[in-house]
């Protein structure tokens, strides 16, 4: 069980936007910052954004992030097929004095 | 380039110990946190704890802590996860990460390669 709730599967067509939530408590998302990550299948994660809305650079802009209270969003715009990837969640927990995932949302491009 | 570079795949029986490695280049490796992140088959990403190179600061998950070790060697810019007696449920893949751009402890935008461990008997 993720200490951070995300949908198990989203999908879109290229083009399209997609969006996908994240929903934390108190003690993570409700005081500190967002950071999102992808992962293409048999690879490593990466960085898509950090602290809430951060774009890393060489991440396109097609990618935004936002947060309010306690739930977090990851936006990709312009949909492509290289998108389709897991994406997860994290956050600083202070409970926990540590960084805790989200469960994952794999993007299908259909 | 920056780049954090990890050993290769581990094949181990249940009750053996191992060591596996993560080494930075490219950049100043003391002064850049080093976490590791375990996903076990299938599923998704854990935080197993994180170890400051320059002062050898660690802290662990809790979920983790008694579970592995981690140590950095700063002379040869290498971090270390090792386990004293392995078990079944530890296969996994994991992961070496920096926050090396983001300047926030948690947020990691350098990783490793992965390093794959089975543990079979």
């Known amino acids: 069980q993720s200490v951070l709730t995300q949908p198990p599967s989203a999908s879109g067509t290229p083009g399209q936007r997609v969006t996908f939530s994240c929903s934390g408590s108190?003690?993570?998302?409700?005081?500190?910052?967002v950071n999102w990550y992808q992962q293409l299948p048999g690879t490593a994660p990466k960085l898509v954004i950090y602290?809430?809305?951060q774009r890393p650079s060489g991440v396109p802009d097609r990618f935004s992030g936002s947060k309010s209270g306690t739930s977090a969003s990851l936006a990709i715009s312009g949909l492509q097929s290289e998108d389709e990837a897991d994406y997860y969640c994290?956050?600083?927990?202070?409970?926990?004095?540590?960084?805790?995932f989200g469960g994952g949302t794999k993007l299908t491009v259909l | 380039e920056v780049q954090l570079v990890q050993s290769g795949a581990e094949v181990k029986k249940p009750g053996e110990s191992l060591k596996i490695s993560c080494q930075g280049s490219?950049?100043?490796?003391?002064?850049?946190?080093i976490a590791w992140v375990r996903q076990m088959p299938g599923k998704g990403l854990e935080w197993m704890g994180i170890?400051?190179?320059?002062?050898?600061?660690?802290r662990y998950s809790p979920s983790f802590q008694g579970q592995v070790a981690i140590s950095v060697d700063k002379s040869i810019s290498t971090a270390y996860l090792q386990w004293s007696s392995l078990k079944a449920s530890d296969t996994a893949i994991y992961y070496c990460?920096?926050?090396?751009?983001?300047?926030?402890?948690?947020?990691?935008?350098?990783w490793g390669q992965g390093t794959m461990v089975t543990v079979s008997s």
């Open positions: 994290a956050a600083w927990d202070d409970s926990l004095n540590g960084p805790v």
């Open positions: 990460a920096s926050p090396f751009k983001t300047g926030r402890i948690d947020a990691f935008d350098i």
């Open positions: 490219g950049y100043r490796f003391a002064s850049y946190w």
């Open positions: 108190s003690s993570n998302i409700g005081s500190n910052t």
């Open positions: 602290s809430d809305e």
């Open positions: 170890i400051y190179p320059g002062d050898s600061e660690t």
